[in-house]
């Protein structure tokens, strides 16, 4: 079955970086957007930063000129470089994909979460 697992997360000062990773596995023909979600303790998923298949990222604003999205079609992958991070940008952070198993069998697959934790 497909599965998404993310790795990078960890512990880090502010203002430092880290780079968070998202590896696609499982029958798949193709992906369409990608996108990485955060949950900040006590707060609601939102939408941090997501890639068409095109390439066209788009970022919520508390994020944008520091993170940035990419993607590796011919590994299945989807990264997240995070800069100048803040301790608001504290949280655990769910990769997310819009993923086709065939022609006519399309649905959206969540990773498992990886924690970042800034401190000050």
């Known amino acids: 079955q497909v599965q998404l697992v993310e790795s990078g997360g960890g512990l880090v000062q502010a203002g430092g970086s880290l780079r968070l990773s998202c590896a696609a596995t499982?029958?798949?023909?193709?992906?369409?957007?990608m996108a990485w979600y955060r949950q900040p303790p006590g707060k609601e998923r939102e939408l941090v930063a997501g890639?068409?298949?095109?390439?066209?990222?788009t970022y919520v604003h508390s994020v944008k000129g520091r993170f940035t999205i990419s993607r590796d079609d011919a590994k299945n992958m989807v990264y997240l470089q995070m800069n100048s991070l803040k301790p608001e940008d504290t949280a655990a952070y769910y990769c997310?994909?819009?993923?086709?198993?065939?022609?006519?069998?399309?649905?959206?697959?969540w990773g498992q979460g990886t924690q970042v934790t800034v401190s000050t």
């Open positions: 890639i068409t298949r095109g390439g066209s990222a």
């Open positions: 499982g029958p798949i023909f193709s992906i369409d957007v």
């Open positions: 997310n994909a819009d993923i086709r198993e065939s022609l006519i069998r399309r649905r959206g697959y």
